[in-house]
C-alpha cells in the first residue's frame, strides 16, 4: 500500500503539494477548515462572476503558476495595467518611466536618484547582499530624504504598517526586481485568469480528486503520534504531516510535541494581518488600476480599481478595493466591519472630493489575522527548516517565500521543494 500523507491547509502550497506527492505515488488527504483557497479564496459578485476577495494578478514570471496554468488548461492572459500615486491631495500617474519625469514630489536630482536606485535593483541578481540592511537605512542613504519620505516611507507603510523600519533590504529587493522583467517598453503588464483564481482552485480540486486526493472540511485541533503513525484529531495512520498553515497555528496544533528551540524559533516571525474591503459603483473612481498613496493619513493602504484592469462588463459594475495591512492590537483592525466600512467611504471622498458615494455600496469583507510574515533584516537565518524535530512532520507556508513576495507563483514553487523533502524522507524511513 501506497505511504499516506497529511496535508494540514487548502490554500495553494497545500493543494499544490498535494498534487506534486499523488504524481509521485503517495496517498494524500488534505483538511481545510474554512474556504478552499485561503488567502486566494473568492465570492460570488451579483451577476454570478467569481472575484478575489483580495486583489489579485500575476507576472509574466510567474513560470510555476503558468505551467500549473496550461497543465490544467486554464485560460489567462495579460493586460495594460496602468498605475498611479496620490500625493498632495492629488492623483498622478505613477507606472511608467515618462511619468516619473512629470511627477512634481521629487527634484531633478531626486528623480535621478530615485531612477538608479530602480536600476540596480532591476539588475542587481544576489539578494544576500541586502538582507543584513534595513530597507529604511538603504533607501534613505541611496535616494536621499525626500525620495524616501515621498515615495518609499508610504510604501513601507502600506505593507507593513507600523513595522515599516524592520524591513529587509532584499525584500524591497524581490519586489522591484520581479516587477521589473514583467513590463513591457514604458507599461507594466498583469495577468488574470479567465473567471478568476476561482477556477484555478476548482480545477485543481477536481484533479486532486480525480487522483484519489481525499480533501476533507475540518479545522484540525492536535496531532498525535501513536505506534509509528500519525492521527490529526479523529483523522489517523499518516505516515508524514504537512503543515501548510501559519506558524502560530501549528505551533497551537503541535502543542503536544516538545519543540523546544525549534518554537522559539517560530516565535521570532511576526505577522500583520489583512482587511481588505470590495464595493461596487454605478461610476469609476478614474482610470487606474493600481493607486499607491504617499500619504499615511488615511484609514487604507491602497485602492485598487479591478474594473480598470478586467473590464466592467464582466460584471455589470465598477469594482474595487480598499485595504490594509495592520498590527492585531491596531485599532481599526478591531473596529466592526461597520465602523471600517465608514472611515473607508470618508477616506474615499478625500481622495476623490467629487466622487459620488451615493452609488458606492460595499459587497464582501474580508480580515485575516496572518495575511504576510514581517520579512525582517536577516529573515532566511531566523526561519527554522522545513523539517520539524518530529521526523516525519514538515511545515511549508509563506514564511519560506523569499526575499520575493507571497504570490501563488512561489507558493507553487515552494510546494515543489517540500514534496520532494517529503518524499526522500518517506523513501528513507
Not at 521589473?180 to 480545477?203: H, P, V
Not at 509509528?228 to 484529531?233: A, V
Not at 527554522?384 to 518530529?390: D, G, L, R, S
Request: charged letters at 25%; one cysteine or more; aromatic letters at 14%.
Amino acid at each position: 500500500m501506497p505511504k499516506k500523507v497529511g496535508i494540514v491547509g487548502g490554500g495553494i502550497t497545500g493543494l499544490a503539494t498535494a498534487l506534486e506527492l499523488v504524481k509521485k505515488g503517495y496517498a494524500v488527504s488534505v483538511f481545510e477548515g474554512e474556504k478552499i483557497g485561503g488567502l486566494a479564496s473568492s465570492f460570488k459578485t451579483k451577476k454570478g462572476e467569481f472575484l478575489e476577495e483580495t486583489y489579485h494578478h500575476m507576472f509574466k514570471t510567474d513560470l510555476e503558476l503558468i505551467s500549473l496554468l496550461e497543465e490544467l488548461g486554464l485560460k489567462y492572459e495579460f493586460r495594460k495595467a496602468t498605475m498611479g500615486f496620490y500625493w498632495n491631495n492629488k492623483v498622478f500617474d505613477f507606472g511608467t518611466e515618462s511619468s516619473l519625469l512629470f511627477f512634481p514630489g521629487l527634484n531633478f536630482i531626486d528623480k535621478i536618484r530615485f531612477g538608479l536606485c530602480i536600476l540596480y535593483l532591476r539588475f542587481e541578481n544576489d539578494w544576500r547582499k541586502l538582507e543584513e540592511i534595513k530597507a529604511a537605512d538603504w533607501l534613505r542613504k541611496v535616494c536621499g530624504e525626500n525620495v524616501f519620505n515621498t515615495i518609499w516611507l508610504p510604501l513601507l507603510r502600506t505593507k507593513f504598517g507600523s513595522k515599516a523600519e524592520k524591513v529587509s533590504m532584499s525584500w524591497i529587493w524581490g519586489r522591484i526586481n520581479l516587477r521589473a522583467k514583467s513590463r513591457g517598453i514604458n507599461k507594466e503588464l498583469l495577468g488574470y485568469i479567465d473567471g478568476s483564481m476561482q477556477k484555478l482552485f476548482e480545477k485543481l480540486v477536481s484533479v486532486l480528486k480525480e487522483k484519489g486526493v481525499e480533501i476533507t472540511k475540518s479545522k484540525i485541533m492536535s496531532i498525535k503520534r501513536r505506534n509509528g503513525k500519525f492521527f490529526l484529531d479523529a483523522f489517523g495512520g499518516f505516515d508524514s504531516i504537512v503543515f501548510t498553515v501559519p506558524f502560530p497555528i501549528f505551533l497551537n496544533i503541535t502543542k503536544s510535541f516538545r519543540l523546544d528551540s525549534y518554537a522559539k524559533k517560530i516565535l521570532g516571525v511576526d505577522y500583520l494581518g489583512v482587511q481588505c474591503m470590495t464595493f461596487e459603483s454605478e461610476k469609476p473612481l478614474s482610470s487606474i488600476y493600481w493607486l499607491n498613496l504617499g500619504t499615511n493619513e488615511l484609514p487604507f493602504g491602497g485602492i485598487i480599481e479591478h474594473t480598470n484592469f478586467i473590464p466592467k462588463e464582466r460584471y455589470g459594475t465598477h469594482l474595487f478595493y480598499l485595504f490594509n495591512y495592520c498590527s492585531w492590537d491596531d485599532k481599526i483592525f478591531n473596529d466592526s466591519e461597520q465602523t471600517v466600512e465608514k472611515k473607508y467611504l470618508d477616506g474615499l471622498k478625500k481622495v476623490f472630493p467629487e466622487a459620488d458615494l451615493s452609488s458606492i455600496k460595499k459587497i464582501n469583507f474580508f480580515r485575516n489575522r496572518f495575511a504576510t510574515p514581517i520579512y525582517a533584516v536577516n529573515h532566511s537565518k531566523k526561519i527554522p527548516p522545513m523539517e520539524t524535530p518530529v521526523k516525519g512532520v514538515f511545515v511549508s507556508n509563506t514564511a519560506y517565500i523569499y526575499p520575493f513576495d507571497r504570490s501563488l507563483n512561489y507558493s507553487i514553487e515552494l510546494a515543489k521543494k517540500t514534496a520532494e523533502k517529503v518524499g526522500s524522507f518517506l523513501e528513507h524511513c
